[in-house]
């Protein structure tokens, strides 16, 4: 779990919802309830499942078919990266029943390919890769705030770590 799930979990618990993080490694999130490393315990309690995964070696697939089976008919919003989870994958648990609705931003091709049945599936939600919005003056907000810590010699925000892929 990261600063972008941390910040959907807080949102989340304001309407009152339990949150559980799926995380590398065990820790207390702000936001969450519980994180754990161990992805069926997080998928099974879970209403609603919100992927903000990196594409990573570890993380790529990570949502088979066989991790969403222990899912219970909840909702799935995909607002990550696209190669968590496949068309197929998501398609079988629409049709069994282990997903009840997906809400799709990202996928694996981009742009969807228009012969994708995703398109047409009554349960799916397709938006144009649209989820974070990025406005010029918070771009430039934050280079200013990253610029003065850096001259400061402070640790920078939001700064990617090329060992962990993101």
């Known amino acids: 779990v990261g600063d972008l799930a941390s910040t959907v979990a807080l949102r989340c618990q304001a309407f009152g919802m339990k949150t559980f993080g799926f995380a590398s490694r065990q820790r207390e999130v702000d936001g969450f309830n519980e994180t754990s490393t161990d992805l069926a315990h997080v998928l099974r309690p ?9 594409s990573t070696p ?11 089976r222990t899912c219970s008919g909840a909702l799935f919003v995909n607002v990550g990266r696209g190669d968590i989870v496949s068309e197929a994958s998501l398609l079988k648990a629409l049709e069994e029943g282990w997903l009840r609705r997906a809400v799709l931003d990202v996928f694996a091709p981009e742009p969807l390919p228009a012969t994708s049945r995703l398109w047409s599936h009554p349960d799916v939600q397709v938006s144009p890769h649209i989820s974070a919005i990025s406005y010029p003056e918070d771009v430039a907000e934050l280079f200013v705030e990253n610029l003065s810590l850096w001259v400061q010699v402070k ?3 939001f700064v990617a770590d090329l060992d962990k892929g993101y």
């Open 46 to 54: 879970s209403d609603v499942v919100v992927n903000l995964l990196p």
């Open 155 to 157: 640790p920078l925000r």
């Open 58 to 68: 570890s993380t790529r697939g990570l949502l088979d078919s066989e991790a969403l």
